[in-house]
């Protein structure tokens, strides 16, 4: 059944080039955290909360060798590997820092649709020529 599903990523050979990145993003959101104090925290709560599901699963793995030990101890076979399928981890990390706007980004944006001028009437009073009431 699950048995036998094989991963077949040679961790020793990305492992350095996974790392890199990793360290770069930090880096480059870092850098743009900088001097800015809420950004920080985001990004210290972010890497928090990714640490806290590290320990969890850590503690799972062990939990569950701790279990085999015994089955084996136990009955003198091995005890079937159980296939468990986390969900995966909600976690804002790659793409987050570009894609969020700022608050007066926000309000630009809002401003220009709000000045927009009616076709119709030429009235700036944000509606469109769809939407004129004339
Ligand atoms: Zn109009």
């Known amino acids: 059944m ?9 961790t020793t050979a990305h492992s350095s080039n996974a790392e890199g990145k990793l360290i770069n993003s930090f ?12 950004k ?9 909360e990714f640490e806290a599901t590290l320990c969890e699963e850590e503690e799972d793995g062990a939990a569950e ?25 909600v976690v804002k990390t790659k793409g987050s820092c570009k894609r969020m706007k700022s608050a007066k980004e926000v309000a630009l944006t809002a401003q220009v649709k709000k000045n927009r001028t009616c076709k119709t009437c030429g009235l700036a009073s944000g509606h469109n020529s769809r939407s004129c009431p004339q």
Request: net charge positive.
């Open 2 to 10: 699950g048995e036998g599903r094989q991963v077949a990523v040679n």
């Open 27 to 38: 880096y480059r959101c870092l850098g743009i955290a900088r001097g800015r104090a809420e």
């Open 40 to 48: 920080l925290q985001q990004m210290t709560h972010v890497i928090e």
């Open 65 to 89: 060798n701790a279990k085999r030990v015994i089955m084996e101890a136990y009955y003198g076979v091995l005890a079937p590997e159980t296939i468990k399928v986390h969900p995966p981890t």
